[in-house]
Nanobody, 115 residues
Framework: QVHLVESGGGLVQAGGSLRLSCAAS????????LAWYRQAPGKQRELVATISSGGRTNYADSVKGRFTISRDNAKNTLYLQMNSLKHEDTAVYYCNEKWPGVDYWGQGTQVTVSS
């Protein structure tokens, strides 16, 4: 069983920055692929960024060049650095840990960008 806890969300003006963190329990964090998703009101949950166990990263086109996903395996923590935030980035952000056949999710952290 994996327990994920996101933090770092909040209210920020357009053009500002936030850094999200996701603390994970368990001893296998370093070998898992991880991801950040988000869900805006009335919309489906969408993939924001992924990072493999080897550190390879991928981003949604909408956040490329603005967001950076990273991980610290020594701290069992996943990060999302978000710069140049836009109103359309407003959403609940979820971290995700991928196991064979099952995904684990955190409870989410709200990010609100005022225009």
């Amino acid at each position: 069983q994996v327990h994920l806890v996101e933090s770092g969300g909040g209210l920020v003006q357009a053009g500002g920055s936030l850094r999200l963190s996701c603390a994970a329990s368990g001893s296998t964090f370093s070998i898992r692929d991880l991801a950040w998703y988000r869900q805006a009101p009335g919309k489906q949950r969408e993939l924001v960024a992924t990072i493999s166990s080897g550190g390879r990263t991928n981003y949604a086109d909408s956040v490329k060049g603005r967001f950076t996903i990273s991980r610290d395996n020594a701290k069992n923590t996943l990060y999302l650095q978000m710069n140049s935030l836009k109103h359309e980035d407003t959403a609940v952000y979820y971290c995700n840990e991928k196991w064979p056949g099952v995904d684990y999710w955190g409870q989410g952290t709200q990010v609100t960008v005022s225009s």
